[in-house]
């Protein structure tokens, strides 16, 4: 967990993280030197190196941070569901609980990695798959009580939707995409409902 030392400050690593999230998913990741991180952090190379050995490393502990707050959250938007619909479609409340209270970025950090770095080898690309099992897994599970067996066809519209709902950010149309994702979401769940 990242820490703040006894001033109150946020520690090295929580800037450089901080900054790393910031740059990468702003500028992109590849257009981001390790001189522009350092900068925006306010630390050393040597500080840098200490804690996530590399660029690599620090772009890992980046998702990795981001995977934790985007569960958490999503749990929060499950917990706060009153009914099996209201569960499923607590992805889109959980996305904007997530974008109201972390990241406001400018769509998903997760395909953002993916499309800069296609290399299923690269070490970021396990925290991508960790990021798209928690997705699939999680809206099967909670499509089963509405759906039945046709739970898979259901957790994948609604996957697809989610996804169309995170673009809609980059495009800037419609105003309010979590709102309409939510809205197609609600109609497509109900089309399923056994």
Not at 48 to 73: H, P, T
């Amino acid at each position: 967990m990242d820490m703040e030392t006894q001033s109150g400050t946020p520690s090295a690593r929580q800037r450089l993280l901080d900054a790393a999230d910031e740059l990468f998913y702003l500028n992109g990741i590849t257009n981001t030197g390790v001189d522009d991180v350092l900068a925006r952090a306010g630390v050393s190379v040597a500080t840098l190196y200490s804690q996530f050995g590399n660029k690599d490393g620090l772009l890992q502990a980046s998702l990795l941070r981001r995977l934790e707050i985007w569960q958490d959250c999503w749990d929060e938007a499950i917990g706060a569901a009153e009914s099996d619909h209201e569960r499923l479609l607590a992805v889109f409340d959980a996305l904007k609980l997530y974008r109201g209270r972390h990241y406001n970025a400018r769509w998903c950090a997760f395909l953002s990695t993916a499309v800069e770095i296609p290399d299923t080898e690269h070490a970021a690309s396990a925290l991508i798959s960790a990021d798209t099992a928690l997705l699939t897994q999680r809206l099967r599970t909670l499509s089963k009580p509405l759906a039945g067996a046709k739970a898979e066809q259901l957790s994948a519209a609604i996957l697809l939707i989610y996804n169309g709902t995170l673009a809609s950010f980059l495009r800037g149309s419609p105003t309010d995409p979590i709102a309409q994702g939510r809205k197609i979401a609600a109609i497509t769940a109900l089309a399923f409902t056994k």
